[in-house]
């Protein structure tokens, strides 16, 4: 039998995680820290819990402003790839939907370990315009940022919360399409493709005639 997912979570995680925290903050209290992570109820929560639980005690511990805790995060999240790291744009997510211009820097940078495409849609969802900066970033010359551009206005993002106004309205997402429909990039072009087929679901005649 399959190992479960949550387990990518685990105590030797934990315990990288907060060494990398306690070497870049010196007052950062590590063993306080892994053990409030890894506490009673550790062993019953399940794959998204155990991210939403992790972000949610970084920030208890890092014990600065929002600002200088991006800034802890961006020397820490280099360290970490794949979908554990997702713990930083979580930490964004949950935290910096006030602080628009710093957490979209941050989204940036941490989908480059690993993804913001799920952190990227409240503020999407908040403010449609921030299209514009989705569209900034399919011009991008790193190509997890690219994937992002288009992954992240996808509108119906399985596990994800949908995007309503491009479920109702997605011709704001065309120009990025566009821009990455023949990007050198398989991971990148497969995202338009999914985005596509999103779209299909409501406006099958729109996908249509993009695709003639």
């Known amino acids: 039998m399959a190992e479960p997912l949550k387990n990518m979570y685990n105590p030797d995680f934990v315990q990288n995680l907060s060494t990398a925290l306690q070497n870049v903050d010196e007052k950062f209290q590590q063993k306080a820290f892994t053990k409030s992570v890894l506490n009673s109820e550790w062993n019953d929560l399940e794959l998204k819990s155990r991210t939403l639980h992790i972000s949610t005690q970084m920030e208890a511990y890092l014990q600065y402003d929002y600002k200088e805790q991006i800034d802890v995060l961006r020397k820490v999240a280099p360290h970490f ?123 099958p005649d729109l996908v249509l005639n993009l695709c003639k």
């Open 81 to 203: 790839s794949g979908f554990t790291a997702t713990i930083f744009p979580t930490f964004v997510e949950i935290f910096g939907l006030t602080y628009v211009e710093t957490s979209l820097h941050a989204l940036e940078e941490f989908t480059q370990y690993s993804t913001s495409e799920f952190a990227i849609r409240p503020f999407l969802a908040n403010d449609p315009n921030l299209i514009q900066v989705m569209y900034k970033w399919s011009k991008s010359p790193n190509f997890h940022v690219r994937r992002l551009a288009s992954e992240g206005c996808r509108p119906l993002l399985p596990w994800a919360m949908k995007l309503h106004n491009y479920v109702a309205d997605p011709t704001p997402l065309i120009p990025i399409l566009e821009t990455l429909k023949n990007d050198p990039e398989d991971y990148v072009y497969r995202s338009v493709a999914n985005n596509l087929n999103d779209i299909s679901k409501n406006h």
